[in-house]
């Protein structure tokens, strides 16, 4: 079952950079809605109220009640938010997109790796993660939090693809050639290589000052 959680938003007529700094000077954050077979639509979102909704889940797979001003709750999905490349918790703007109960939607959903691979238990090998999420179609109501693959029965040399993914009631849109995760040999560590310089003997450091005349030198000629 997909996730849960509930947010409010005002409609809002006026757009622009000059608005969007106005609202989060307000403490309120500029959003969007669009889906399937409506228009788009300006939000505006409490900033406090969606930095507590962030922490508490993961927001590309949680439906999202969405009440703006008066009207009835709507299902949507956060699509995107922008962050402040200088100060990424400072939200800039957010995507939503309304879903509807019997019309499947693509997410990304994160790969969750469960077990200890044979042969790493029994070869002395590395498991690697190579995929870190699986792009699905799904119906919102059956989005899943994480997809979890089991890498217990995974080899010395092994890999997993995504063609080796029985999903039910999800149609995996991700390449099914792709890795998901492989048991490599461990790398034998290297015997420090010892420059000849440095075994050779210490010779005499170069001089690098002009050295002091002699006094035979110095001594004005006679005449």
Do not use: W
Not at 50 to 71: G, H, I, K, N, P
Not at 103 to 129: C, D, L, S, Y
Not at 135 to 160: C, M, T
Request: proline share 6%.
């Amino acid at each position: 079952m997909a996730q849960q959680a509930s947010l409010s938003a005002l409609g809002r007529t006026t757009a622009g950079k000059g608005v969007a700094r106005s609202l989060r000077r307000e403490g309120k954050v500029p959003a969007v809605i669009y889906g399937r077979g409506r228009a788009a639509e300006s939000l505006a979102l409490d900033a406090v109220a969606l930095e507590r909704l962030l922490a508490r889940v993961r927001a590309s797979t949680t439906l999202v009640d969405l009440t703006v001003d008066d009207r009835a709750p709507i299902k949507t999905l956060i699509r995107e938010i922008q962050r402040d490349p200088v100060r990424p918790s400072t939200i800039l703007h957010v995507d939503l997109y309304e879903v509807h109960a019997d019309q499947k939607v693509t997410i990304e959903v994160p790969i969750h790796f469960v077990g200890t691979a044979e042969g790493v238990k029994n070869a002395g090998g590395v498991f690697e993660a190579v995929s870190h999420t699986l792009q699905i179609r799904v119906l919102p109501a059956n989005i899943p939090d994480q997809i979890e693959v089991d890498i217990s029965a995974l080899g010395l040399g092994q890999s997993l693809h995504v063609s080796d993914l029985k999903l039910e009631g999800v149609d995996i849109v991700t390449d099914e050639g792709v890795t998901l995760c492989t048991v490599v040999a461990a790398k034998a560590e290297e015997a420090p290589v010892v420059a000849a310089e440095a075994v050779a003997s210490p010779t005499e450091p170069e001089l690098i000052r002009k050295p002091k005349p002699s006094e035979d030198d110095e001594a004005p000629a006679k005449s």
